[in-house]
């Protein structure tokens, strides 16, 4: 499973990208917002520490306009994936860059439907909201067992992309699912290494370590 970070905040994609768990980032223009940054210059700049795919998302919801302003995403850096919304005007646009060759994130989708209307028109990647179908009480993993179960009737090579996860429970469902990537904000992710067990344990052998007065330097 890849995982993306969900953010644009700078100082936490360094952290992540020297970590080495990192595979990608995807950004929303919330998250642009809430960065308080420019967005084409802090797209430039992530694309600059991560290799991996960058989602940059449209702003406009007309077909015209979306396809004007993918192309300026899409120039900004190599790895630039135009993220567009799970609407007729993005599936039609989605449609047209996808033969350009340019690479797309379709966001926003709630159904098995949209998933499949996604991968249609080509979407390198699918994203399916989780956490927000959870806020009002349906079962997001559903949708990603149900997309899983549909792209493989057919052999669409469409990127499931779990998005809007909300806790270390949601990857290992998202995974136990066949999601081929997850997005996860920041601070989710560095918390999926912790256990209690491993803290206390390693307290000890460290303990227990020190006790025999050796070096291995
Ligand atoms: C996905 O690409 C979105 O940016 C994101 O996962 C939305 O998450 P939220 O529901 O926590 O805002």
Redesign the pocket.
């Known amino acids: 499973m890849k995982f993306f970070a ?1 953010t644009a905040e700078i100082e936490d994609i360094k952290k992540l990208q020297e970590s080495g768990l990192l595979d990608g980032i ?1 950004t ?1 223009p ?2 642009i917002a809430k960065s308080g940054r420019d967005f084409k210059e802090v797209i430039k700049e992530i694309c600059g520490i991560v290799p991996g795919p960058v ?1 940059a998302e449209v702003a406009s919801t007309d077909f015209d306009t979306m396809i004007k302003e993918a192309d300026v995403l899409r120039k900004l850096a190599d790895n630039v994936v135009v993220k567009l919304p799970l609407t007729v005007d993005g599936l039609k646009a989605c449609k047209v860059l996808t033969s350009e060759g340019t690479k797309t994130n379709v ?1 926003l989708c709630f159904s098995a439907n949209q998933a499949l209307l996604a991968a249609k028109v080509g979407a390198t990647y699918i ?1 399916p ?1 989780i ?2 179908l959870d806020d009002i009480n349906l079962e997001g993993m559903q949708l990603i067992r149900d997309i899983r179960q549909i792209y493989d009737n057919y052999a669409f090579s469409t990127e499931i992309l779990a ?4 806790t270390p429970n949601h990857i290992t469902e998202a995974a136990l699912a066949g999601a081929d990537v997850a ?1 996860i904000p920041p601070a989710v992710i560095f918390k999926l290494a912790d256990h209690p067990l491993t803290k206390s344990g390693l307290e000890q052998f460290v303990k227990d370590w020190k006790g025999t007065g050796q070096s291995i330097l």
């Not at 998005?163 to 909300?166: M, N, P, V």
């Open positions: 969900d995807t929303n919330s998250l989602s966001t994203s909201f956490g927000r998005a809007s996860i909300r997005t």
